[in-house]
């Protein structure tokens, strides 16, 4: 895991991105700094009275780390499987859970290195200035602790999605439509709940539940969107994007990338005995991942199909039959395309 040989490499292979990701990072607590300016003119002009505080949190920062991690993954396995490298890295002397596990280990000791070193400087300009009077101490580490485990699990997702694609385009595809997947699920499945629980029963009590419990879900199972929507003035008070207890709320949105980090950590063995190195290069490494992929699309599609029919075509007094009705064009055409893609082959 911690092979010197395989952290020279890796770092040869993406010193830029990770000085990127190094100094993009420390940008936070410059940003903590002009806000205490900003709050410090602001109260000589006009006196707050009682003690509350808007954090203007950098979502740009969590974007570009996200951006970061994302290609950090896709050089280490979908462009070594491009460009037939991973070829030579697995004819090496090392076992290869070895180096799947040193791909793994080197980001995530640079994401806790560098947000350790960033909450290190934070934490004495908050504590030396007015912000004090605002943000309690623990507060930042919360903050520090939440974006470093969200961090881990985008990188880890990245990773595991490499281990299944064979190219590097592929792998940047699947990782920006999985990452962002639950959020477009959860708005998919809250509408063909709608359509037929407003046709069945039209309780407005229980739907405003449903919608915030929909809601809840859309921000702690997305981890870019929780990522950059996390805010150290959340964490004081019920501010959160769903105004849920900020702590269940942050509790529940490291669910996530904990199981996914698991899940990676746990697959590992099986990836290191079934290579299959002969697919490097195509669509997919393992073929027997197709059909699922396929009822998959499908699916969406369906969801998709019902979605546009209910929410732009007959808004939200359709029928259920046109909800259907749309779902069955859309996943028949889709299934189509994928028919008509599999004969050309």
Not at 19 to 35: E, K, R
Not at 292 to 304: H, M, P, Q, R, T
Request: aromatic share 18%; glycine share 4%; hydrophobic share 50%.
């Amino acid at each position: 895991m911690f092979n010197r040989f395989l952290w020279k490499k890796h770092y040869k292979q993406s010193k830029f991105l990770i000085w990127t990701f190094i100094f993009v990072s420390l940008f936070y607590p410059i940003n903590i700094y002009f806000q205490i300016g900003r709050l410090q003119s602001e109260l000589q002009l006009v006196p707050i009275t009682g003690h509350h505080y808007y954090f203007n949190a950098s979502y740009w920062i969590s974007i570009i780390q996200i951006l970061c991690l994302v290609l950090l993954a896709t050089i280490f396995q979908g462009r070594e499987r491009s460009n037939q490298s991973i070829d030579f890295a697995l004819s090496l002397p090392l076992k290869r859970k070895d180096i799947l596990l040193s791909k793994w280990s080197f980001g995530v000791v640079t994401i806790v290195a560098v947000n350790v070193l960033t909450m290190l400087i934070t934490t004495p300009l908050v504590y030396y200035s007015i912000l004090s009077n605002y943000l309690p101490l623990h507060t930042i580490f919360l903050y520090f602790f939440a974006s470093t485990i969200t961090l881990i699990g985008i990188y880890t997702l990245c990773l595991l999605v490499g281990q299944i694609v064979g190219n590097q385009y592929t792998q940047l595809f699947a990782s920006a439509i999985l990452l962002l997947f639950p959020f477009f699920f959860w708005i998919l499945a809250y509408m063909g709940f709608m359509v037929h629980y407003e046709n069945l029963f039209d309780i407005t009590k229980i739907t405003f539940h449903f919608e915030g419990l929909i809601l809840s879900l859309m921000f702690t199972t997305t981890m870019p969107v929780f990522l950059v929507n996390l805010d150290l003035g959340a964490m004081l008070t019920a501010n959160t994007p769903v105004r849920e207890e900020p702590f269940r709320f942050f509790l529940k949105a490291l669910f996530t990338p904990a199981l996914i980090t698991v899940l990676y950590l746990s697959l590992i063995g099986l990836f290191s005995k079934k290579v299959n190195s002969e697919n490097n290069g195509k669509l997919l490494v393992y073929k027997q991942l197709n059909k699922i992929i396929k009822i998959a699309i499908v699916l969406c599609s369906y969801l998709i199909g019902g979605w546009v029919f209910a929410g732009f075509i007959f808004e939200k007094t359709a029928p259920v039959l046109f909800y259907h009705a749309g779902g069955i064009i859309f996943a028949s055409i889709t299934y189509f395309v994928i028919w008509m893609r599999n004969r050309k082959k």
